[in-house]
């Protein structure tokens, strides 16, 4: 039960506890080592002693004196003045908060880490990395993965960016409203991944972690609450509240992936559709329409379509290519192949896949391959596609698509062996 527990809250907790770890000791890499300390603490001792009232609560707090041992064993003379006034910092921190209610900051502290990783001092790419590296506890190597760079690469920039806060003194806080604009590109990519990571995690058994999604809905809500008036801020939490409804027909009972052309719409949440088909529309009706608006849009196709059959792809291909001009990306051009497909047959899109392909920045890349085999596999090239097939599940990365690929590659050696 003990083990269950911390399983659970770390899954679900762990941006809330560094959250307001960081904010106690101000210090990110002192704050994870403090609370990997509290964790193991709370394995040795929760199966003997019991799962605490406030488990969260536990585990900062322990954090907290954890932080202040690793202070105290340090030994550069140098450091002693001013590690000597952040443990007063962190004492008088924790003693204004009290025992019993010592995460009651949490949802504030959440959004003030975000805003503080998204500091423009920072590069973009290490404003986005570290938010999700701590806010999310995803790996080095899965941050990697959605960035498609080395890991080596990714660790440089992670670490580059927490000596950049520390040094330049980046304050924790949400900044005052004239420079929130500087900061919100970011936030909201982070928002976003953070999204993306528990909608289609990048790696593991589950393909689905509503923890996650619902977290970035709630900071999604807390943004757009703080600047009301942002068609971007509205349409992003459009589309997260438009992709999220879904979320109980994209798996079956045994965890196995369906796709969206198969299922079961009378699964799908009908108030969270509602309310993203308001935003959607409400963002749309800005003067110029952003890349989430835009995304939202998409999605909102999708939404209003009762059967597979009636999407309207050509819509959802034009939609596509008005993002493509705001954000030119490979991966945009590759959902707005598919969709082209989907609206003008097969032969078509796999002409536009094959050109993304050939410009080599997504041949590492699993949904380029799956793409281009499904097309294969609807014309009936059953050894194209089962080349193609392979080559996706050498690169993908969760159990659920794999299973999915897995089965799609069975499929056509049948089809092959057949004639």
């Known amino acids: ?181 500087e900061r919100l590109e970011a936030v909201m990519a982070v928002i976003y991944l953070i999204f993306n990571e528990g909608y289609s995690a990048t790696s593991g058994a589950t393909l689905v972690r509503a923890d996650l999604c619902a977290e970035a809905i709630r900071l999604g809500r807390i943004l757009h609450e703080l600047i009301p008036g942002n068609s971007e801020a509205r349409g992003l939490l459009a589309l997260m509240l438009l992709h999220d409804a879904r979320r109980d027909a994209r798996l079956t009972r045994a965890g196995d992936l369906v796709l969206l052309e198969e299922q079961d719409r009378t699964a799908w949440h009908p108030g969270q559709i509602r309310e993203g088909l308001a935003l959607t529309a409400a963002s749309m009706s800005a003067a110029a329409s952003g890349p989430y608006a835009i995304q939202a849009a998409i999605a909102a196709v999708h939404s209003r379509s009762t059967m597979a059959a009636d999407t309207d792809w050509s819509e959802i291909a034009a939609l596509y290519g008005s993002l493509a001009r705001l954000q030119p990306s490979p991966v945009i051009e590759l959902n707005r192949a598919v969709a082209i497909a989907m609206a003008e047959g097969p032969e078509r899109g796999l002409q536009l896949i094959d050109a993304i392909e050939a410009q080599g920045e997504l041949r590492d890349y699993h949904l380029l391959w799956s793409a281009r085999a499904d097309l294969l596999r609807r014309l009936g090239r059953w050894l194209e596609a089962r080349a193609a097939y392979s080559n996706s599940l050498a690169l993908v990365t969760d159990e659920p698509q794999r299973r999915f690929l897995q089965r799609r590659l069975e499929e056509v050696e049948a089809r092959a062996r057949s004639g």
């Open 1 to 181: 039960m003990a083990h269950a527990a911390l399983e659970q809250l770390y899954r679900e907790d762990h941006g809330r506890i560094v959250a307001a770890v960081i904010r106690l000791v101000g210090d990110f890499d002192l704050a994870e080592e403090s609370i990997h300390d509290a964790f193991a603490t709370a394995l040795e001792q929760w199966p003997r002693e019991g799962v605490p009232a406030n488990p969260r609560a536990w585990i900062i707090g322990t954090a907290r004196h954890k932080a202040i041992d690793r202070i105290r064993r340090r030994v550069n003379l140098d450091d002693k003045v001013r590690e000597l006034a952040l443990l007063a910092e962190i004492a008088g921190d924790a003693d204004s908060a009290g025992a019993d209610n010592i995460d009651d900051a949490v949802p504030d502290d959440l959004l003030r880490l975000i805003f503080t990783c998204c500091h423009p001092a920072l590069a973009l790419e290490a404003q986005v990395a570290l938010s999700l590296r701590t806010l999310c506890g995803l790996t080095t190597e899965e941050i990697a993965r959605a960035f498609i760079v080395p890991a080596t690469t990714m660790a440089q920039r992670l670490v580059r960016a927490k000596r950049k806060i520390q040094a330049a003194r980046i304050p924790y806080e949400v900044p005052p409203e004239d420079v929130l604009p």
